[in-house]
């Protein structure tokens, strides 16, 4: 019956190379993830950075350079204005108004230019500014002090309106030099926005292949953990079919032992009866007392395999605790006198539940007789019983010498023997603590060890009050 663990194993395996790939697909999102987070800042900087080179210097260059042309043309206008007519005071207040705006235009492109060394083959605002300052002097002279002639004023006002040319077409010159650069940017950041686009779409449309393989990852998972989750069923199905051919032949062998057994311990008995002419007395008591404990054994074993298959078998009824608690002690008394221990009760439960008295009485026997086995010799040994939240609790106590906090949880389980009890006179299967354990669980109930400050052992069993028809 082993195709199923095999199935099992080669799954495992199918599922361990999905999870592999799986791990794979994912590391490869993140890793695709992480890689469009840092290109899209990338390209989200690099669009930024082009778009604030642009404005910061050359936008802002064109803007310099246009507005330096109107300021030379104003001068220009008030130039001419005051060649054909009289120059009187108001014209030339004019005239001197624009001049300082045009020397404003001209410290401002020298500030631009300073914040931006690299300014190709443009003017340098110093010659503009020479410039300016020498005409500026030539005319307000002719302006101002006057000259020998209005024939003579007109010669020297078209003179120096070459200067104001000169001026015009440096201006001119950059603010060409400031449309070529804008519209450069302008370019470059286009440029910037369909490379960023491009690289979006490349690192998506891979993320979108990464997750369509984590999607046939997954659902190559869901398949073998499916054909897993089958195999385990079926292996499940067969090692109950196991448990419960083991539970059958425990019965099945448990029966046939029983009546051989009790033939020979039959047969023992009345050869006890008998006049000792062989002197086989002893052999005969021994046949008898291994006969019954052999039979106990075949009895405890048919007990266990009828609880592994269905419910434990009880007989549900509602008892008095303090009587059954009086009875109990006193089956129990005269197992502490045959095992040679005394017998200390406090008995304070009251009211009544329901159980299986007889099952109970063996339980509770079982860990009496088991604290007499493995207790201090000629000890006591306490039964003790109180109510706590609609619970009822049985407590055994014994001075032996305890049981080990790691071996505590395992001294329920079948043929199950602790050190010390291993090294013990006492004889046992190791099978009445799994029977009280299962008659307990049978009521709805717990058994516990519970450490004893000072040294022993504390056998706790709790039972519900009401235990619910099984």
Do not use: C
């Not at 199918?14 to 987070?37: E, K, P």
């Not at 006969?291 to 298959?309: E, G, I, N, P, T």
């Not at 009824?317 to 006193?330: F, G």
Request: glycine fraction near 8%; proline fraction near 3%.
């Amino acid at each position: 019956m082993t195709p199923a663990p095999e199935a099992l194993v080669r799954l495992s395996g199918s599922g361990d190379r999905s999870s592999r790939v799986s791990i794979v697909a994912v590391m490869g999102l993140l890793v695709a993830i992480i890689v469009i987070g840092v290109v899209g800042i990338a390209i989200n900087q690099n669009i930024h950075g082009t778009v604030e080179r642009a404005i910061a210097y050359d936008v802002e260059l064109e803007d310099r350079g246009d507005d330096l042309r109107v300021a030379i043309l104003e001068v220009r206008h008030y130039h001419r204005d005051l060649l054909l007519n009289n120059p009187d005071a108001t014209r030339i207040a004019l005239w001197r108004e624009r001049y300082e705006v045009l020397l404003d235009e001209i410290e401002a492109l020298d500030e631009l230019l300073e914040r931006h060394p690299d300014r190709d083959e443009l003017p340098s605002a110093d010659e503009l500014h020479e410039v300016a300052t020498a005409y500026y002097a030539g005319f307000a002279a002719a302006v101002e002090d006057g000259v020998e002639s209005e024939a003579e004023f007109r010669v020297v006002a078209e003179d120096l309106l070459v200067p104001i040319d000169r001026l015009a077409r440096t201006a001119e010159l950059v603010d060409q030099a400031g449309e070529e650069r804008a519209e450069a940017s302008f370019r470059a950041i286009d440029e910037a926005s369909t490379t960023g686009t491009l690289v979006l779409v490349g690192v998506i449309a891979g993320l979108g292949a990464i997750g369509a393989m984590l999607g046939f990852v997954m659902l190559r998972v869901v398949r073998d953990q499916r054909r897993i989750v089958a195999a385990e069923q079926a292996a499940s199905a067969q090692m109950a079919a196991v448990a419960q051919a083991k539970s059958d032949f425990i019965a099945d062998a448990s029966h046939e032992l029983r009546t051989p057994l009790t033939v020979l311990r039959g047969n023992a008995e009345i050869g006890l009866t008998l006049e000792d002419a062989g002197g086989h007395r002893e052999i005969f008591e021994e046949i008898v007392n291994e006969a019954s404990r052999m039979s106990r054994l075949v009895d405890d074993l048919l007990f266990l395999a009828r609880s592994d298959s269905s419910n434990v078998p009880l007989e549900l009824r509602h008892l008095d605790i303090e009587q059954a608690s009086h009875d109990l002690v006193a089956r129990a008394e005269v197992l502490a006198r045959e095992r040679g221990v005394e017998l200390v009760t406090d008995l304070r439960a009251r009211g009544t539940i329901r159980a299986d008295a007889t099952r109970i009485d063996q339980a509770l026997l079982i860990l009496v007789d088991n604290a007499a086995k493995y207790g201090s010799a000629g000890g006591t040994i306490e039964i003790a019983t109180h109510l706590s939240d609609d619970r009822l609790v049985v407590e055994v106590r014994d001075r032996g010498p305890g049981i080990p906090p790691e071996e505590a949880s395992r001294v329920f389980e079948r043929f199950y023997r602790t050190a010390g009890a291993s090294r013990s006179r006492a004889r046992g299967a190791g099978l009445g603590l799994a029977i009280a354990a299962a008659i307990v669980a049978g009521h709805g109930g717990r058994i516990a060890v519970v450490p004893r400050p000072g040294g022993g052992t504390v056998m706790r069993i709790t039972l519900p009050l009401r235990t619910p028809v099984s």
